[in-house]
C-alpha cells in the first residue's frame, strides 16, 4: 500500500461480525479529499455497502465509526467523532457526533473508520486492539447504564481502552438509543439499536498509529491561535452559562416548544431555567478531550444522587414540551435519559406527544399528564421494559401515531420521524425550512438555519424563497464541520470559515485545498445523504412539517404562522438553490 | 425618551439585572446609556454605541436590530442577547 495522506490512514477497517473478524479496505487519496472524514466519509462508505436499502436491523445493515483527518491534531474541539448508519426511528441517513477520548483512541488503531456490518452469535463488546480484533462475551454487562457499562470495562480492560457503549435502551433497540461514550452521546437517530441488533454491547479501542501531519510547526502555530481566540467573547455563552440559557431567551421570543408543541412560551421557564438552578443548586464545568471551550454545565441533584449535565435540548424536552416545571424531576429525567441511552429530544418529543394524546382521549392512560414530573419518570422506564405504553413510546412519535389513528399524525412532533428539536418553526420559519429538507428528519445541528432567523437578514414571521440560500449556506457549514471535525460552538471563532478550514486542512494533509473547493466538498456531502435517501425511499412529499404548524398559529404570538403553500414555496427554492429539481430530485449528472 | 431594556445571557450575567430602563432616541442612545451604568456589560457586549460581535437586540421580541440608528419610542422594549443560539 502507498504511504498513507498526512493526517489519515488511507484505510479502513471493515468487520464482519458474523464472522467474527475484520480486514482492512484503503481509501484512495482522492476518493478521502472528495469525503474527508466524520458524516462526509461514512455516508460515502455507507453508499459504497449498498446500506440504503437493507433494514436498518437487519443482518445485512452496515453502522461505521468514522474519525476524521483533525483527530489527534492540536486544533481545540477536534476530539470527535461519527458514528453513520441507516436511522432505524427514519429510515433514512443518520449521522450522529460525539466526543472525547474514544475518537483519538479509535483513530489510533490505525483506521480512518471502523465499519461493522452482521450480527455477533451472542451479546459482545468487540474489542479492536491497535487493529486486531475480537469478540469478547458481554453477558454480565447487560442491563448496565451505560455509565456502569463504561465503568466496568474500564476495570476489565485498562485505561488504555475507550468506549463506546449502548444502555438498556439499544440493548431493547428502542428506536431512539444512543451510543455513548464519557456522558457524550452519539444520540439522535437511533444509532444505539442498530448497534444493540448487532449483538455489540460496547466497542473498546486502543492503539498507537499515530498519522503524520503535513507542516506541524504551523499546524501547532494556528492551533495555537484558534485555543487562544476560543476563549474570547464568541464563546463565553458556552463557557460561562452553558447551552441551557437559550431556555429564558426563546421563551421572550416565543419560540420555546411547550405540551407538545402546543404553545412557544412556558410560565413555568424560570424555575427550571440555569439562572435559577445556578443558584439553587451546585454547579460545576466540564470538557470533552482537547477542547478549551468547556461548554458542560453539571447541575446537583438532591439527596446525594449526584450530578448531570444540562443542554438546552435536554431542558426543552423533558421540561417545557412535557409541560413539567419540577427542576428537580427534570434534572432527574436527563440523569436516567443517559443512563438509559436514549435520545432526550425524542424520548421527550414521544412522550409529550403521548400526553397530548391522553389529553384528546386517544390514549387511555390518565396517569401521563402534561406537568406531572413523576409520570415523565415512569414513561422512560417503561420505554426501555416495553411494559404497557412503554412498547409504544419506544416506537417514536410517527409509528405511534400510525398505531394510534384519529389524525393524530397531524400533531406528532417529528420530520421524517425524527422529533423536533428546541425551535417553533412558525416563529423561525428559516428554521422550518431546514427541518423540513434535513436528511436526518427536524434537526438543529445539520441545519443552523435558525441563526438567519435570530438576525437582521429576515423577518423570522415571514421568510421568503430568496432567503433559502441562507439555509443552503449554514448547511454547508454544518455538513464541512461534521467531516472535518470541529465543534460547531467554535463557529463564532472563524472570521472566514471557508477560507479558515482550507487553511486548517491544508496544513494536516499537505493538500492544497482552497475555499471554494471545500464548498463544493461540503455540497457533495449534503447531495450524498440525498442520495442515500433517494435510494432509501425517499420523495418530495416528506420534505414538510407536522399539519398542525402549517394550519395554526402560535395561540401566544399569533403572528407565529405558516402554511403549507409559503413552505413548499420555500423548499422548492432551497432544491433549486442546491442544483436539484425543484421536488428535491437529483441530476443525473451528479 | 425611555425604553424598557430586557437582558439576556451573558448580558444578563454582566449587567447583574435581568431588566433595566435606559434613555434614548436610538439605538446608540440606550446602548451607551447602558455601557456608562453597567461597566462590565459594555466590556462584553457594547462597544461605544453598538453592539460587540456575537450580541444583537430585538426590539420587542419581534425584529431583529443592529444599526445604532435604529429610531425607538417611548415605552419600547430593547432586548439584549447573545447572537449564538445553538444548542
Known amino acids: ?590 | 425618551m425611555q425604553v424598557v431594556v430586557e437582558l439576556f445571557g451573558i448580558a444578563r450575567a454582566r449587567a447583574g439585572v435581568a431588566q433595566t430602563t435606559a434613555h434614548g432616541h436610538c439605538l446608540g442612545d440606550v446602548l451607551a446609556d447602558l455601557a456608562a451604568r453597567f461597566p462590565r456589560l459594555a466590556e462584553s457586549c457594547i462597544a461605544g454605541r453598538t453592539l460587540r460581535p456575537g450580541f444583537t437586540a430585538n426590539l420587542g421580541g419581534q425584529r431583529f436590530v443592529t444599526a445604532q440608528e435604529t429610531a425607538l419610542s417611548e415605552g419600547d422594549t430593547v432586548l439584549l442577547l447573545p447572537l449564538d443560539a445553538g444548542g
Open chain 1, 1 to 590: 500500500m502507498a504511504s498513507p495522506i498526512p493526517g489519515f490512514h488511507s484505510r479502513y477497517l471493515r468487520i464482519d461480525l458474523t464472522a467474527g473478524s475484520g480486514e482492512p479496505v484503503p481509501l484512495a487519496e482522492a476518493f478521502l479529499r472528495q469525503h474527508l472524514g466524520g458524516s462526509g466519509l461514512g455516508v460515502a462508505l455507507l453508499l459504497k455497502e449498498g446500506a440504503a436499502t437493507a433494514d436498518p436491523l437487519s443482518l445485512a445493515a452496515s453502522l461505521a465509526f468514522v474519525f476524521s483527518p483533525l483527530v489527534g491534531s492540536p486544533l481545540t474541539t477536534s476530539a470527535k467523532f461519527a458514528v453513520v448508519s441507516k436511522s432505524p426511528l427514519t429510515h433514512r441517513i443518520n449521522d450522529s457526533l460525539a466526543s472525547s477520548g474514544f475518537a483519538l483512541a479509535g483513530k489510533k488503531t490505525g483506521y480512518d473508520a471502523i465499519l461493522l456490518t452482521g450480527r455477533a452469535a451472542r451479546p459482545s463488546i468487540l474489542v479492536i486492539d491497535d487493529g486486531k480484533v475480537d469478540l469478547e462475551p458481554a453477558d454480565e454487562f447487560l442491563g448496565l447504564s451505560t455509565r456502569e457499562t463504561e465503568q466496568a470495562l474500564r476495570g476489565r480492560f485498562g485505561a488504555e481502552f475507550q468506549t463506546a457503549t449502548i444502555g438498556p435502551a439499544g440493548e431493547r433497540q428502542v428506536s431512539y438509543a444512543t451510543i455513548s461514550h464519557d456522558g457524550r452521546h452519539a444520540g439522535r437517530g437511533g444509532s444505539g439499536a442498530v448497534l444493540g441488533s448487532k449483538n455489540i454491547k460496547a466497542v473498546a479501542v486502543r492503539g498507537s498509529h499515530r498519522p503524520q501531519w503535513a507542516d506541524p510547526p504551523a499546524l501547532v502555530e494556528l492551533a495555537r491561535q484558534f485555543s487562544q481566540k476560543s476563549f474570547g467573547p464568541a464563546t463565553a455563552k458556552y463557557r460561562e452559562l452553558g447551552t441551557a440559557s437559550n431556555l429564558l431567551t426563546f421563551n421572550r421570543l416565543n419560540v420555546l416548544p411547550t405540551r407538545n408543541f402546543q404553545q412557544g412560551s412556558f410560565a413555568g421557564a424560570a424555575a427550571i431555567s440555569p439562572e435559577e438552578l445556578g443558584v439553587a443548586r451546585d454547579r460545576t464545568r466540564s470538557s470533552c478531550a482537547a477542547c478549551t471551550i468547556g461548554c458542560e454545565h453539571l447541575y446537583g441533584l438532591r439527596n446525594g444522587k449526584g450530578s448531570v449535565r444540562l443542554e438546552y435540548e435536554n431542558l426543552f424536552a423533558l421540561g417545557p414540551l412535557c409541560g413539567i416545571d419540577d427542576a428537580e424531576a427534570v434534572l432527574e429525567a436527563c440523569r436516567r435519559c443517559d443512563d438509559l441511552g436514549l435520545d432526550t429530544i425524542s424520548a421527550g418529543g414521544t412522550i409529550a406527544f403521548a400526553m397530548e394524546c391522553v389529553e384528546r382521549g386517544l390514549l387511555d392512560e390518565p396517569w401521563l399528564k402534561f406537568g406531572d414530573g413523576p409520570a415523565l419518570l415512569q414513561a422512560l422506564d417503561l420505554i426501555v421494559t416495553g411494559d404497557g405504553i412503554g412498547r409504544l413510546l419506544a416506537l417514536g412519535s410517527r409509528r405511534m401515531a400510525h398505531e394510534i389513528g384519529h389524525d393524530s399524525i397531524d400533531f406528532a412532533p417529528q420530520v421524517k420521524g425524527l422529533e423536533i428539536p428546541g425551535y417553533d418553526p412558525r416563529g423561525l420559519q428559516t428554521m422550518a425550512l431546514g427541518f423540513a429538507v434535513g436528511s436526518r428528519g427536524a434537526d438543529h445541528n445539520r441545519s443552523g438555519a435558525y441563526e438567519v432567523d435570530f438576525s437582521e437578514a429576515v423577518d423570522r414571521y415571514n421568510v421568503g424563497p430568496e432567503s433559502a440560500h441562507l439555509a443552503v449556506e449554514t448547511e454547508d457549514k454544518a455538513a464541512l464541520m461534521d467531516s472535518l471535525i470541529l465543534c460547531k460552538f467554535l463557529r463564532g471563532v472563524f472570521t472566514d470559515f471557508f477560507k479558515e478550514s482550507a487553511e486548517i486542512l491544508s496544513l494536516v494533509t499537505g493538500w492544497e485545498v482552497t475555499a471554494e473547493e471545500l464548498r463544493q466538498t461540503a455540497r457533495r456531502i449534503v447531495t450524498a445523504k440525498k442520495r442515500f435517501n433517494i435510494l432509501a425511499g425517499w420523495t418530495p412529499a416528506e420534505d414538510t412539517l407536522p399539519e398542525r404548524m402549517l394550519q395554526q398559529a402560535l395561540p401566544d404570538d399569533t403572528r407565529a404562522q405558516l402554511s403549507a403553500d409559503r413552505l413548499a414555496a420555500l423548499v422548492r427554492a432551497y432544491n433549486l438553490a442546491r442544483g436539484w429539481s425543484p421536488e428535491g430530485w437529483i441530476p443525473e449528472a451528479e
